[in-house]
């Protein structure tokens, strides 16, 4: 696996989407607040998310540049929507918000991770 992003455009769509989500975040639309009641994250640390959104955001636009860093926010956000997955599937909400959203941003994520750091495999 390399450390350097190749090609870097899959790590640019997944901040542009993950800054995206924070930005409808701030004022979450219906299908945001469904998810998030549905899993039964509390109302006082939906900021919380937004903060992490923008964080893995600024991670991964860095690390197109500096090696090392872009691997691990990418990993990160996987992570953070493996952890996303696991909330749904405990809590029993599988609704479309869990198919489309959650799901979907789990593939982005290691769909991006695959395409820029695997082929030095």
Not at 7 to 28: E, T
Not at 61 to 74: D, H, R, S, T
Request: glycine fraction near 10%; aromatic fraction near 12%.
């Amino acid at each position: 696996m390399t450390l350097t992003a190749d090609p870097w455009w899959p790590q640019a769509v997944l901040a542009a989407v993950l800054a995206g989500d924070a930005a409808l975040s701030v004022r979450p639309p219906a299908f945001i607040r469904a998810c998030l009641h549905g899993v039964g994250f509390p109302e006082d640390w939906w900021w919380s998310l937004i903060a992490v959104k923008l964080l893995a955001a600024a991670g991964l636009v860095a690390g197109i540049q500096a090696a090392g860093v872009g691997a691990a926010a990418n990993a990160g956000v996987v992570c953070y929507f493996l952890a996303a997955s696991y909330a749904h599937i405990r809590a029993r909400f599988l609704k479309t918000e869990f198919w489309v959203n959650c799901l979907g941003m789990l593939a982005l994520s290691l769909g991006a991770l695959v395409v820029s750091y695997a082929p030095g495999i």
